[in-house]
C-alpha cells in the first residue's frame, strides 16, 4: 500500500515561513514524481511544484516562483515543500500526489492534505 502523510500546515503571519512535509509508506518512492496541489476554499485545484524521481528536474507555478522550493530526500522517502514571504492568497488545503508512469500502466496515489491559513 502506497500511502501519503502530509504535515507541517499551520496558521502563518502575511510574510511568514512555512515547511510542508509529505512521507511516504512505500519503498517504492524513488520511482515517483511528486507533486504539491493547493485548493482554496470556493476554488479549483492548483498545481503548485513538481519533482521529478531523482529530483533532477523542479517545475513551479508562476505565482509560486521565487517563494516555494520542493525538495526530495529519497532515503527519508519524503518530499518537502519550503514556502517563504506566505500571502493570504496562498491559505489553502496542500496535498502531494505520486505519479508514476509505467508500461502497463499509470499509478497514482494523493495524501489527505495539510490546511495552511495565511493571515494577520
Known amino acids: 500500500q502506497f500511502q501519503l502523510v502530509e504535515s507541517g500546515g499551520g496558521l502563518v503571519q502575511p510574510g511568514g515561513s512555512l515547511r510542508l512535509s509529505c512521507a511516504a509508506s512505500?519503498?517504492?518512492?524513488?520511482?515517483?514524481?511528486i507533486s504539491w496541489y493547493r485548493q482554496a476554499p470556493g476554488k479549483g485545484r492548483e498545481l503548485v511544484a513538481l519533482?521529478?524521481?531523482?529530483?533532477?528536474?523542479?517545475n513551479y507555478s508562476d505565482s509560486m516562483k521565487g517563494r516555494f522550493t520542493i525538495s526530495r530526500d529519497n532515503a527519508k522517502k519524503t518530499v518537502f515543500l519550503q514556502m517563504n514571504n506566505l500571502k493570504p492568497e496562498d491559505t489553502a488545503v496542500y496535498s502531494c500526489?505520486?505519479?508514476?508512469?509505467?508500461?502497463?500502466?499509470?499509478?497514482?496515489?494523493w495524501g489527505q492534505g495539510t490546511q495552511v491559513t495565511v493571515s494577520s
Open positions: 512505500s519503498n517504492a518512492f524513488s520511482m515517483y514524481d
Open positions: 519533482i521529478t524521481s531523482t529530483g533532477d528536474t523542479t
Open positions: 500526489k505520486a505519479l508514476r508512469r509505467t508500461q502497463i500502466g499509470k499509478f497514482e496515489y
